[in-house]
């Protein structure tokens, strides 16, 4: 799991503007003065700019690549009536995609999916459906979940999950390569 960092926008902002050379540098004799003057909407841009790549990032890449919070305690599980092979997951607010799921008695990480792909259509058929080795987890988006694989006992319970979650407004939850590539995006 890589380091994250925690900025606020204004954090954020400043770190984006060293990186890019926007900020006037001091003179070693301290006799000169350096003075800036942008646009009256330079800031404004780039926030924008800065907010939009961002949550481009969040939902786009490859989840291995961001800052991942443990919504294992904050999810919820949902069993299904007499079915111990699968249960619907219900993701915390604020979450954006789930990164890992592993219930109790699961022998691997589910294989995250979409209803469209072949593994989701597998799940109808009893020879192909999804077991407690190679378990699957089908997005079917806005948080909600389908997880299929025996699991444990009579309630399904959570081992581990993961998500991508976008912390509050006005924060950025980043990783050093996140850092870079938005310091960059900025041409």
């Known amino acids: 799991m890589a380091v994250t960092i925690r900025l606020t926008e204004d954090e954020l902002l400043q770190r984006v503007r060293l990186a890019r050379c926007m900020e006037p540098s001091g003179d070693a004799d301290g006799e000169t003065e350096i003075t800036r003057e942008d646009a009256p909407v330079a800031d404004q841009w780039l926030r924008t700019t800065l907010r939009m790549r961002y949550e481009e990032m969040m939902t786009d890449a490859d989840a291995a690549d961001l800052p ?10 949902a069993a299904r009536a007499d079915d111990h092979s699968s249960c619907d997951l219900y993701m915390p607010a604020r979450a954006i995609r789930a990164a890992t799921v592993r219930l109790r008695g ?11 792909s072949e593994a989701a259509a ?17 997005d079917h988006g806005g948080g909600h979940l389908t997880l299929y694989g025996d699991y444990d006992g009579d309630r399904p319970a959570a081992e ?15 990783t050093a390569a996140m850092l870079h590539s938005l310091a960059e995006c900025c041409n």
């Open 160 to 174: 581990r999950i993961t998500a991508v979650v976008m912390p509050p407004d006005g924060e950025y939850l980043l």
């Open 122 to 138: 597998d799940q109808g058929n009893p020879y192909g459906r999804a077991g407690r080795c190679r378990p699957v987890a089908v």
């Open 106 to 116: 699961w022998r691997a990480d589910a294989l995250m999916t979409t209803p469209e």
């Open 68 to 77: 991942l919070t443990d919504c294992t305690t904050t999810a919820t599980l």
